[in-house]
């Protein structure tokens, strides 16, 4: 595990982690008390990003995986030195099965009547046909924000459409980091636990014309990704304008890449804003 040494200093944090850890076992923290407890891919596949938040005595599970799946993440989990039952929530931000498809192995290794899920009332119909055992909330029930004992806060933003009706975001405003689920995410054959661009990069307008002349333009692969995935252009900048409202240091997106710079999070949403062809236009038109 990651010491938690400075942890401001991101960019320090990122190269420890791309030269000297195992990713196949080890956690990483990313921010203070957020641990990666993700596993990369095999060729062709999506790679997928549970998160686990640690604060005091307590955690709380984001996103936690699919079914086959489960044991690597619990392994992750339980590396980070908790146990189980100390898990007191699980939020899901949709879903759709690379989230949820672990619920029940989870509720059965938890084991608490304390346990809840957090998501929202459009995900639960849903969520039911993995599980009906936990109590299911929806955070708007909760005045959009969950309090850890310790009085950290987590708060959520309806993201709807992008790309299910129910879709949100959590917003940890101890470190400012935005889990976004799909929102961020890539697909990618070169996957990277972080991404960082360069200072082209962040001033590129059009991806199209690559100052760099990198044969795979990372800014591209996200932009694709929500081509395909999100619902609509409107949905996508509805929500970009939402997060152009937040202070973002860190986002922690559950395919791809985590995009640990202020400033690359604020390329990316410039970019994802004049996106074209989002979901039934990239049906119809194509990329655009
Ligand atoms: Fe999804
Ligand atoms: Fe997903």
Known sequence: MISTHNQNKIENRSQYVDYAMDLE??????????????????????????????????????????????SKVMLKILRTGIVPAQIKRLIYHHYDPDLCGSLPQFEAII???????????????????????????DFRDLDNHYDFATGRRLEFYPTPFCHQPG?????????????????????????????????????????????NN??????DSIKKFHQKVMASNLAVEYTMNLLESLDIECIAPQHGSVIPRKEDVQTI???????????????LYGEG
């Open 269 to 283: 949403i410039k970019h994802l804003k004049r996106v074209k062809n989002v979901g039934i236009e990239y049906f």
């Open 214 to 219: 990198v044969p795979k333009c990372p800014i």
């Open 111 to 137: 084991n608490s009547d304390s346990l809840k899920i957090i998501s929202h009332e459009e995900n639960n119909l849903f969520i039911n046909y993995y599980s009906r055992r936990t109590e299911k909330i």
């Open 25 to 70: 076992k080890e956690p990483v923290e990313i921010a203070k008390g957020i641990y990666w407890v993700g596993y990369s891919i095999t060729s062709g596949e999506l790679n997928c990003n549970p998160y686990l938040v640690i604060e005091g005595d307590e955690a709380v599970l984001i996103d936690g995986g699919s079914r086959d799946e489960f």
């Open 167 to 211: 879709s949100f975001v959590t917003y940890d405003k101890l470190t400012k980091t935005l889990f976004t689920s799909d929102l961020f995410g890539s697909h990618d054959e070169n996957w990277s636990l972080f991404l960082k661009l360069n200072k082209e990069c962040n001033e590129c307008l059009d991806t199209n014309k690559c100052p």
